[in-house]
């Protein structure tokens, strides 16, 4: 039997509030008589109309009810601001609701549905069930005219798949509690993004191409939320902030023996690092405190690994304070949000010689880690 669920919806209506109390079982929704309260009529209050509309319902195979609807109430998601001259997929139009249901779980999620299909699958993704410690993950895609048909798949065997109905999809699964390390070896800290980091969400073109979302689609939103062409950041909207130059200061009074060979050096550390960043022994060679970074590493590869490994680092200006200490200007190409602009940003590097070799300063490093919001100590 499945346990009944109470949902509260608030609902501003003609002349008043309404709260309107819905209880969910097997078979019915009832409608439980609203308790309304006046709103002072000075108040220039315009009615909201929210109409909810069933798209579909669906069993999985395994058994997991999904319920999908439509609301009209396009407000409630997209970017707050509407850009002009933007193209109608970076538009909401209206909002998806689903809910998954098993025995154990119930899970729910949001999709913003915009007018148009974006050009990569917009995907929602909730996860219910922990507390009873049995996940239900759920994911709600809008996809184009192309996509064929969707799966969901998580590595203990468990699988959805669908056709879209109007150019959506929703899939869900239940799996167990995750072990205390991923499929990367990697420590998981909360079972939420240890899920998510699971799930593999694949949609199938007609031409017989496949397209795999990853860990970072299903955790940053949607399109209309994050692609540069929404936010008027391309040609034709907004022309791009230009990258400014940093100059370095004056070099100090006592040089390295051989610049050139020395500065050879400090570049071959640099590229090193950045270049397997994520790795704990290349932290603490290349850095001259590493301690902590790989433990904040773990989390930002699990969230930006792709991001952080097609870095592509290179250090422009350099100049020597003395024989032991460098200061750098570099680029890394890393754009965790997909802007276009974050990766051309210059920064001011350090270096210190340190038992004969060149280690990068940990200040470097954190203000790297800065750029997708994790704080370090210097």
Known sequence: MLTITAVVVLALVAGGFAIDRFVLDDDTTQVVEA???????????????????????????????????????????????????????????????A??????????????????????????????????????????????DTVTRARLTHPSGAIDTMEPVDGLVALAVAVPIPEQEDQNGLPMFDPWSGIASQLAVEVLHRNGD???????????????????????SVEGTMPMPEVP????????????????????RVEAAFVALYSDIGDKDTLFRYVDDASGLDLAMVGIMREYGEAYRSMEPEILEMVFFSPIEASFVYTTGLDPFGDGFTGQLQSFGRARLIDGEWRITRSTVCQDMERIGVQCTI
């Open 210 to 232: 496949a397209e795999r979302l990853t860990n970072q689609d299903l955790m940053n939103g949607i399109p209309m939320w994050s692609d540069p062409e929404c936010m008027g």
């Open 35 to 97: 308790v309304a309260t006046t709103v002072d009529e000075e108040i220039d209050v315009e009615p909201v109309a929210v109409s909810a509309t069933r798209l579909f319902t669906r069993t999985t195979e395994s058994g997991v009810e999904i319920r999908v609807n439509e609301s009209d109430d396009a407000m409630m998601f997209g970017t707050g601001f509407e850009m002009e001259g933007v193209p109608d997929w970076c538009v909401a139009a209206s909002s998806v609701s």
């Open 99 to 144: 809910m998954a249901l098993t025995a154990d779980a119930v899970s729910q999620t949001q999709l913003p549905r915009s007018k148009a299909a974006p050009p990569t699958p917009a995907v929602a993704f909730g996860l219910g069930g922990i507390i009873e410690e049995a996940p239900l993950a759920l994911v709600v895609v809008q996809v184009d």
């Open 245 to 264: 130059d940093l100059e370095l200061p004056r070099p100090g009074a006592e040089q390295p023996l051989d610049p050139a060979a020395e500065r050879t």
